[in-house]
């Protein structure tokens, strides 16, 4: 595994965190806000307040976690040889659909809160 890590393009992890990290941005912003906000029983006067506190920590630790999320999983995609991009990204499909994405779901229905998210 130091192996893998020592050889990856730390660009590209770099690059690929920024692009996942707008992605997000978009996503729980202008696609799903509304939605994502009513799912978690967030109010626009909450939104407000936690902005008036300020926003650039939430934002620098959510970037710190998605750079660390993005860093193992390329690891991972380096130490199983993935030799092109197209099956690194099936890997990272499969790792995402079933360990994290399962790992979600399983928290959703622990906390009671419906699939829509």
């Known amino acids: 595994m130091m192996h ?5 393009n730390y ?3 770099a690059v690929t965190a920024v692009v996942g990290f707008l992605l997000g941005w978009l996503w729980y912003g202008a696609l799903c806000g509304k939605a994502w906000m009513a799912e978690m029983k967030i109010t626009e006067e909450s939104m407000k307040a936690t902005a008036e506190k300020g926003m650039a920590n939430f934002f620098a630790i959510g970037f710190a976690y998605t ?24 890997f990272g499909l499969f790792v995402g659909g079933f ?3 399962m790992r979600m779901l399983n928290g ?3 906390e009671q809160r419906s699939l829509r998210l």
């Open 67 to 90: 750079l660390l999320g993005t860093f193992g999983l390329a690891a991972l995609i380096k130490a199983h040889g993935s030799e092109n991009w197209l099956k690194g990204a099936m």
């Open 108 to 110: 959703s229905l622990w």
């Open 4 to 8: 893998a890590i020592q050889s990856l």
């Open 11 to 13: 660009l590209a992890v």
């Open 99 to 101: 360990i994290a994405g």
